[in-house]
C-alpha cells in the first residue's frame, strides 16, 4: 500500500512561491491518480489541484488556476504543487491524496483513497 509523505510547506510573504512535495512510498504509485487539498482553519478540506495517472490531464481549482502547478514524476514516486504569485487566502494545509480510481471525480476527496498528514503553508500580507 502507498503511504504518502508530504514537505516544503512554510512561511512565504505574498507573491511569493513554493513548491510542495508528496513522497509515495511503494511500488504501485503510477497506478494512482494524486491529488491535492487544503483546509483553512475552521473551514472544510477544499481541492486544489489533480493529476491522471500517466501525468497527462491535469485539473484545478478555479482560485488556483494560473497560479499553481501540479505535475508528478513516476520514476521518482512524487507529485509537486508548484505555487506562485501566493496570496494570504492560500494560507492552510495543504494534503496530498491518492486515488485508485476516479469515483466522484477527481476535485472530490471522497474519491482518494489514502492521504497524507499535510503540510502548513503561511502566506502573509
Known amino acids: 500500500q502507498v503511504q504518502l509523505v508530504e514537505s516544503g510547506g512554510g512561511l512565504v510573504q505574498a507573491g511569493g512561491s513554493l513548491r510542495l512535495s508528496c513522497a509515495a512510498s511503494?511500488?504501485?504509485?503510477?497506478?494512482?491518480?494524486m491529488g491535492w487539498f487544503h483546509q483553512a482553519p475552521g473551514k472544510e478540506r477544499e481541492f486544489v489541484a489533480a493529476?491522471?495517472?500517466?501525468?497527462?490531464?491535469?485539473y484545478y481549482a478555479d482560485s488556483v488556476k494560473g497560479r499553481f502547478t501540479i505535475s508528478r514524476d513516476n520514476a521518482k514516486n512524487t507529485v509537486y504543487l508548484q505555487m506562485n504569485s501566493l496570496k494570504p487566502e492560500d494560507t492552510a494545509v495543504y494534503y496530498c491524496?491518492?486515488?485508485?480510481?476516479?469515483?466522484?471525480?477527481?476535485?472530490?476527496?471522497?474519491?482518494?483513497?489514502?492521504w497524507g498528514q499535510g503540510t502548513q503553508v503561511t502566506v502573509s500580507s
Open positions: 493529476i491522471k495517472r500517466s501525468g497527462g490531464d491535469s
Open positions: 491524496a491518492a486515488a485508485q480510481g476516479t469515483g466522484l471525480g477527481l476535485r472530490v476527496s471522497r474519491t482518494y483513497d489514502l
Open positions: 511503494g511500488r504501485t504509485f503510477s497506478s494512482y491518480a
